[in-house]
């Protein structure tokens, strides 16, 4: 019962190029969304973030988008450079017991050719 | 790594052996989580604590134990380890009750053989 879906395990797109990256979700309960971005050998680490009220967060080159009628969202990296080759994962925050716990999706990995 | 040092950061060990692995933080974060993480799976979370001697388990506890005896230490414990506990363990801190923005350490890389 996978509640937060990436779809596309992998993604290649070209330098200066966009790169979108999606994610679906079943759980009508989660109230927060994040991405996080991973590379070889090193921990997860926060990108990005939004919540259920908003439709559109942006942080230079990143942006994300939250389309809560489809319980879809998704992550715009423009313009994609060769350092943002990663995994990126996306995580969305439900209360469970008590305490808010993230779920995350199984990652979509990026590389950006130059 | 925001304070967060994991150890061993490589173990290889044998099926039905004891196995703990360490997380220490620097950030007097009240809470701490483990996570692991597979192929096909991304992350998961195995248990976390709200604070000293306040532990939970997470959606893949079974034959994990943890123990928080202190603010910086989050210990994670294979009671008899077995070749699907090979992964990699990841150990998270958080300051806030809701768990947005967990910051992660690098990692502890297991295989059970």
């Known amino acids: 019962d996978q509640q937060v879906k990436q779809n596309s395990p992998s993604l290649s797109v070209q330098e200066g190029r966009i790169s979108i990256l999606n994610c679906d979700y079943t759980n009508s309960m989660f109230d927060y969304f994040l991405w996080y971005k991973k590379y070889p050998a090193e921990g997860p680490t926060f990108l990005i973030s939004i919540s259920s009220i908003k439709d559109k967060n942006e942080d230079g080159r990143f942006t994300v988008f939250l389309n809560k009628s489809a319980k879809h969202l998704s992550l715009h990296i423009v313009p994609s450079q060769p350092g943002d080759s990663a995994v990126y994962f996306c995580a969305a925050s439900v209360e469970q017991g008590g305490s808010e716990k993230l779920v995350f999706g199984k990652g979509t990995k990026l590389t950006v050719n130059p | 790594d925001a304070g967060i040092t994991q150890s061993p950061r490589h173990k290889v060990t044998e099926t039905g052996t004891p196995v703990t692995l360490r997380c220490h933080q620097t950030?007097?974060?009240?809470?701490m989580y483990w996570y692991r993480q597979d192929p096909g799976h991304g992350l998961r979370l195995i248990h976390y604590s709200y604070g000293v001697k306040d532990t939970d388990k997470g959606e893949v506890s079974d034959g994990y134990s943890v123990s928080r005896s202190k603010t910086e230490d989050f210990l994670l414990t294979l009671e008899s380890a077995t070749s699907s506990q090979t992964s990699v363990y990841f150990c998270?801190?958080?300051?806030?009750?809701?768990?947005?923005?967990?910051?992660f350490g690098s990692g502890t890389q297991l295989s059970v053989l």
């Open positions: 998270a801190i958080s300051n806030r009750r809701t768990n947005e923005k967990l910051f």
């Open positions: 950030e007097n974060h009240r809470y």
